[in-house]
């Protein structure tokens, strides 16, 4: 059985002190492979650095919305420089973010818009962070249509109307978690109606340990195949089925051998 974790923060402390061992332990969790993303240029550097130090381990590279505010004339630039690397499959985490706001939302239309446009020029996926902003990220996303080589709603959070938009346009949704969190029905309902093949998983580690771990305060990669187990319990097949569906949805989406 392998699983993929389609969204880490291997670049962030305290995982990135030790990624050797998180791997190790991951790897001894079935979890074998894994896109470890990043959030600005300098953990976008990271990412790619780590990419290309570890077997299995690619990266995704973009500007997340909070950071909009700080992007210049240069950043795209190098953004799209590291976005040429061999060992990344994706842009991104990208989007916007309208509950914090900690950039202009102008500036993250902005900031988004050119990300998507790298996306397309290189033939790259998007990851994207979408936060009481779904009309305005599909809207976005619409403008580059069928350019864009795949679109995945990271941590989806929004309602099952807006999932069935993301499955009308032939998008995918990624799963952290979270669904296995007592307050969040309404994402069981989602994904327990979710067509296995538009489905992917991820940790956003460190962050939000899936339960029965929730009070590991330090999310990685290893704890994923909690998640994998309740979601193949609450759509009613075995694990190992919905490891390998998943996979190779994952590994298709971001063309990974």
């Known amino acids: 059985m392998e699983l993929i974790d389609t969204h880490a923060h291997l670049s962030f402390e305290p995982l990135a002190l030790n990624v050797e061992g998180v791997l190790e ?14 959030t600005d240029l300098d953990h976008d550097r990271k990412c790619v650095a780590l990419a290309e ?5 690619y990266a995704a590279v973009g500007i997340h919305p909070h950071d909009a505010k ?35 939302p102008t500036d993250q239309k902005r900031a988004f818009a050119k990300q998507l446009q790298i996306a397309r020029e290189l033939h ?24 864009l080589r795949g679109v995945v709603f990271h941590c989806f959070s929004g ?18 978690g979270v669904v ?3 307050n969040a029905e309404k994402t069981r309902s989602i994904a327990k109606d979710l067509p296995i093949d538009r489905l992917m998983l991820e940790t ?26 309740f979601l193949a319990e609450l759509k009613q097949i075995t694990l190992e089925d919905l490891a390998e569906r ?12």
């Open 180 to 182: 296995t969190f007592k």
């Open 70 to 104: 700080d992007i210049n004339p240069n950043t795209m630039q190098e953004l799209a420089a590291l976005a040429q690397n061999l060992n990344v499959v994706a842009i991104g985490e990208t989007g916007l973010d309208f509950h914090y706001n900690l950039s202009d």
């Open 204 to 229: 956003d580690c460190p962050y939000m340990s899936p339960e029965p771990v929730r009070k590991q305060k330090i999310n990685e990669p290893a704890l994923m195949v909690h998640t994998a187990r």
């Open 124 to 147: 790259l996926p998007v990851v994207v962070h979408c936060r009481e902003a779904f009309e305005q990220t599909v809207e976005l996303l619409e403008q580059f249509g069928a350019g």
């Open 25 to 38: 332990a991951s790897r001894a969790a079935h979890v074998t492979a894994w896109i470890t993303v990043g």
């Open 246 to 257: 998943t996979t190779k949805t994952a590994k298709a989406f971001f063309h990974i051998p």
């Open 53 to 57: 130090r570890f077997d299995n381990l």
């Open 159 to 176: 309602s099952p109307q807006q999932a069935e938009i993301v499955l009308e346009h032939n998008w995918h949704i990624s799963l952290t």
